[in-house]
């Protein structure tokens, strides 16, 4: 049985949407806001964090900001009514992994959650043995990227993204494919989000200049090495 964590300070959500997870088969542990789900989440160690972004005391990106110097795996899914473009980006600039508008249903919510929690086996069944990226150290199955001494620690999404551009590598891999695969949609945010996970990984290889994430117009990513 799968953990969830939801942080909402909107009682009768957070009471509906409680009760509709645990009738679908999770656990859910439920607060209030922002400290309460950060001490919680401390505690219970969750398999994904679902949380508002406008809460009392501590907001949703100051907790995820938070949960990453923790745990770079946990998913974090938020829930908000904010939907401008530079909200949306700032969410996964923060180790966001999904991002859901208020209203939403619950089948939508659930197949989200699902979709996020089906990911993270991925990588226990990874080949043993680190990739090497240019100068780089890539051991996808701890999600860390290492370079001589100095160890980056990657979200879930971002070592699923670098995978897929190294198994690709000096090929194109194509932004639809990957949006559909890794986002499960195409749409204007996911593409977003797809951008700044991508800018992310570059910044995270920028010490070997032969490493480079090459935009190919209107097709796709290209990992050269």
């Known amino acids: 049985m799968s953990t969830v964590l939801l942080i909402e300070d909107e009682p009768s959500l957070g009471l509906i949407v ?15 806001d922002g400290e309460a789900g950060l001490h919680l989440f401390r505690e219970q160690c969750p398999d994904i964090v679902v949380a508002d972004v406008m809460m ?27 939907s ?23 089948d939508e919510l659930i197949v989200r959650i699902k979709a996020q929690l089906t990911r993270l086996p991925a990588a226990a069944a990874a080949p043993v043995g680190p990739l090497a990226i240019g100068r780089y ?29 190294y198994d690709q590598r000096n090929q194109v891999l194509e932004r639809t494919a990957v949006l559909r695969e890794l986002w499960g949609d195409d749409s204007f945010f996911n593409g977003r989000s797809l951008d700044v996970f991508i800018t992310r ?25």
């Open 18 to 32: 409680k009760d509709s997870l645990e009738s679908r088969g999770f656990f859910v542990r439920l607060a209030a």
């Open 84 to 106: 401008q473009p530079a909200d949306v980006v700032r969410g996964f600039e923060l180790g966001g992994n999904d991002y859901l508008k208020k209203p939403f249903s619950m």
């Open 137 to 165: 150290q890539f051991d996808y199955p701890k999600q860390k990227l290492r370079l001589g001494a100095h160890e980056e620690a990657l979200t879930n999404r971002e070592a699923e993204l670098l995978k897929r551009l």
């Open 56 to 82: 009392p005391k501590l907001d949703g990106f100051s907790l995820a900001e938070q949960i990453r110097r923790e745990n770079a795996a946990v998913p974090i899914l938020f829930l908000t009514a904010r």
């Open 201 to 225: 990984l570059r910044r995270c290889l920028k010490e070997d200049a032969q490493v480079q994430i090459v935009n190919i117009r209107g097709i796709g990513y290209k990992l050269i090495v």
